[in-house]
């Protein structure tokens, strides 16, 4: 009989970030079609979420290796989930932008060139600002976007709950 070995790293981190690719996507509908603005209560409940799966993903992994899991372990695991994640919803938004809702760039220039404007912004000022939010806001600018920010703060957020998920084998010798 072959002895079955336990799931890797790798396996669960990408199943953990399968699921929050979905629901940051998910969440990004709601906010889309519901007319909310995109701010900092959706990032929260995204990086929440984020917590919460990576804590869930730490403890698939440590259930399945004797209690134990190193910080490097659970960074890298936590990197990886960010990193499935991001590309993940980085696709969902470009099909979404760039086949389902074509208008959705447009609109969200239009909203973004609203808010300068009450900031003051005028002129020259609001030219350049706009040109720089409308190459973030075409497809692609979008698909980079997301997936830029999703693997620096997944990592960042990996740093922390590494911390305290991580458990070392109490038998090892320093």
């Known amino acids: 009989m072959e002895e079955q070995r336990p799931p890797s790293t790798v396996k669960i981190a990408t199943k953990y970030g399968l699921i929050q690719g979905v629901l940051a996507f998910l969440l990004f509908l ?23 799966l990576m804590v869930l993903a730490h403890r698939e992994f440590k259930k399945t290796h004797e209690g134990m899991m190193t910080y490097g372990q659970g960074l890298g695991s936590g990197t990886l989930l960010s990193v499935v994640a991001s590309v993940l919803t980085a696709v969902l938004l470009y099909i979404y932008v760039g086949f389902i809702n074509t208008g959705y760039p447009a609109a969200a220039l239009k909203a973004q060139q609203a808010v300068l404007e009450q900031r003051g912004l005028s002129g020259a000022q609001l030219d350049q600002a706009m040109a720089f939010t409308g190459a973030m806001l075409t497809p692609v600018g979008i698909v980079i976007t997301a997936l830029v920010s999703g693997v620096i703060v997944g990592f960042i957020v990996s740093l922390l709950v590494s911390i305290g998920t991580r458990r070392s084998d109490p038998r090892a010798v320093f």
């Open 30 to 52: 709601v906010v889309t079609l519901t007319g909310m603005k995109q701010n900092w209560v959706s990032s929260v409940i995204n990086i929440v979420v984020l917590v919460v």
